[in-house]
């Protein structure tokens, strides 16, 4: 049974015992005076069935799946032929990804040998059988389950309280997913950035002034030792980020306060829709647009005015991301600003406020946590956005204050050194690692800076 139908059927046979169980749990109430002389609801009987049988059947397809391609791996090795075998574990690895190739119908590295085809066809008998046999231990395991559950049923099951501990420890386990997939990730980019900086001392990285990584092949070649200073490229996200958000913040403030405080539930309904189809555009598309549109605008407007002015600058990308993440601080700012209580309003109203001083010292202070989470999102989008600089900015790690200049950031910069056949090996790969994790840091400081001016204000006025 293939994967996607077999989830299917497990999906089917726990629908089933729920109703097995709770049909169960009203035939156990006739006995004891109805529904009343049992413990909890008879959903709850049902419930705590499919959960039975649901749990354990995906608990062992993820081991399973997990197990399955390490074991068959082995199993088709040991039955190559000894010259293929016992080569290095590098050379191996590409024949077992031929191997896996043949299988799926893609392109191979190189023509198949009869022994690499055979083995291909000894590692799909494999999966088939690894397929069945799983499918006949889920499908045992469900309905062995499902059966002795049914069996247990009776008056005095404490089902609720078993189904809510279950449910309780699934969700903490979703959660503890999350958090260990975050820390995952961070040590990932840690380990490799610990492995760039046994190359490149961290002082360089971090305070040099000039970035070229590119390596030549040979240690004779000029540039052969490359530059590594990180310091214009995040220069130029600084930069780009800041014009955007110079853009982004007071539009999207003022959108927010007037779909909020002024504008018609007529206006406000057509308004706030249309805003927020900005936020769905593709960036390839606001690329295109900065390319072919904002960034000639410029160049032709500086060269009335006698300026140099770069076919990408900072100052392209700059307004068109900001034009880009309007939406996530007006529509943030508005939901904050409208949750505001009445009581505050007519409170600031009574004492004789106008409408300017009652929004601009009672509402927006008040609504002030939520206008900082919402720029803080927007600030996290304009640092992460990577299409509109390309098209827009350039791939030059200038170091410069003009914003007339092309300049790049961190995520092109990580696109450009991971794109094409790369060797995990060499400082000019791994740089996109250390990147990666100077780039964290400062998106985790902007967080902390974030939730120490909500706290304090949130202190204020609840």
């Not at 080569?87 to 392109?107: V, W």
């Not at 000894?122 to 059966?147: E, F, K, N, W």
């Not at 007006?330 to 904050?336: A, C, E, G, Q, R």
Request: proline content about 5%.
């Amino acid at each position: 049974m293939r994967t996607p139908y077999l989830l299917i059927t497990i999906a089917v046979l726990a629908c089933g015992s729920y109703f097995l169980g709770r049909s169960r749990a009203f035939a156990v109430a006739k006995g004891c005076g109805g529904v009343k002389g049992l413990h909890s609801l008879p959903g709850h009987y049902g419930m705590w069935t499919a959960l039975w049988c649901a749990v354990p059947a995906l608990l062992v397809f993820a081991i399973w799946n997990a197990a399955e391609s390490p074991i068959i791996t082995a199993l088709v090795v040991a039955g190559l032929p000894a010259e293929i075998s016992s080569l290095p574990p590098s050379k191996l690895g590409l024949i077992m990804n031929d191997i896996r190739n043949i299988i799926s119908g893609n392109i191979t590295s190189g023509d198949p040998s009869p022994a690499i085809i055979k083995a291909a066809e000894h590692y799909r008998a494999l999966q088939m059988i690894s397929v069945d046999a799983m499918s006949a231990v889920i499908l045992s395991i469900m309905v062995a389950a499902g059966l002795t559950i049914r069996t247990r049923i009776s008056p005095t099951l404490k089902a609720r309280n078993k189904v809510e501990k279950l449910v309780q420890l699934l969700l903490f386990l979703s959660s503890a997913i999350a958090i260990l997939i975050t820390v995952g990730i961070v040590l990932s980019v840690l380990f490799e950035s610990i492995r760039f900086f046994k190359v490149i001392p961290l002082s360089d990285f971090l305070f040099g002034l000039s970035w070229s990584p590119q390596t030549a092949i040979r240690s004779d070649q000029v540039g052969s030792s490359g530059a590594f200073g990180a310091v214009p490229v995040f220069a130029g996200t600084a930069m780009i980020a800041l014009i955007a958000m110079l853009v982004a913040v007071p539009i999207g403030l003022m959108s927010a306060i007037y779909l909020s405080e002024y504008a018609g539930s007529r206006f406000r309904t057509i308004a706030k829709p249309l805003l927020e189809i900005l936020a769905g555009i593709p960036t390839v598309v606001y690329g295109f647009f900065a390319a072919l549109t904002v960034a000639p605008f410029i160049r032709d407007t500086g060269g009335l005015f006698g300026l140099s002015v770069s076919s990408e600058s900072a100052l392209a990308a700059g307004l068109v991301m900001g034009i880009m993440i309007i939406p996530f601080v007006s529509s943030l700012s508005d939901d904050v600003i409208h949750a505001v209580p009445q009581t505050m309003r007519d409170g600031s109203l009574a004492l004789g406020a106008t409408k300017y001083e009652t929004i601009s010292h009672v509402i927006v202070p008040a609504a002030l946590p939520g206008i900082v989470g919402g720029i803080l999102l927007a600030v996290s989008r304009a640092i992460g956005e990577t299409m509109i600089v390309v098209m827009a900015a350039g791939l030059s790690a200038n170091l410069t204050a003009n914003p007339l200049k092309a300049v790049t950031t961190v995520t092109v910069q990580i696109v450009t050194l991971l794109v094409g056949d790369q060797e995990f090996d060499s400082p000019k790969t791994l740089a996109a690692f250390a990147l990666g994790l100077l780039l964290f840091v400062f998106t985790l400081v902007l967080n902390i800076i974030a939730l120490y001016v909500v706290r304090k204000y949130r202190e204020q006025y609840e």
